[in-house]
């Protein structure tokens, strides 16, 4: 069964840093492109970063120069590095990736959500 686990949330203070990490699994070829998202209660869901495929990325200005996010082919894992994290920061943040699942065969999946909470 194909699934996307993530991983590394978790509270920190404003200023610190965490890494998330969403892996894909079971039977696939690779990721093509991934997307950060982040939602809280009464906002819609908030796109936060995106790599392509080919490798390029784009970020919402709200996090342009704190968060990076990077893939590791060889692991079919893509991370989000979240630096100078700030309380508005906060939110839940899921992956959706476009997984590659046979030959020109493409599957969209969302992971199940990690929690960061940025306070004092």
């Known amino acids: 069964q194909e699934q996307l686990v993530e991983s590394g949330g978790g509270s920190v203070q404003p200023g610190g840093s965490l890494r998330l990490s969403c892996a894909a699994s079971g039977n696939i070829l690779g990721i093509n492109s991934m997307d950060w998202y982040r939602q809280t209660p009464g906002k819609a869901r908030e796109l936060v970063a995106s790599?392509?495929?080919?490798?390029?990325?784009n970020y919402a200005d709200s996090v342009k120069g704190r968060f990076t996010i990077s893939r590791d082919n060889a692991k079919n894992t893509v991370y989000l590095q979240m630096n100078s994290l700030k309380p508005e920061d906060t939110a839940v943040y899921y992956c959706?990736?476009?997984?590659?699942?046979?030959?020109?065969?493409?599957?969209?999946?969302w992971g199940q959500g990690t929690l960061v909470t940025v306070s004092s």
């Open positions: 790599i392509s495929g080919g490798g390029s990325t």
């Open positions: 959706n990736a476009t997984l590659l699942v046979g030959y020109s065969g493409f599957l969209k999946l």
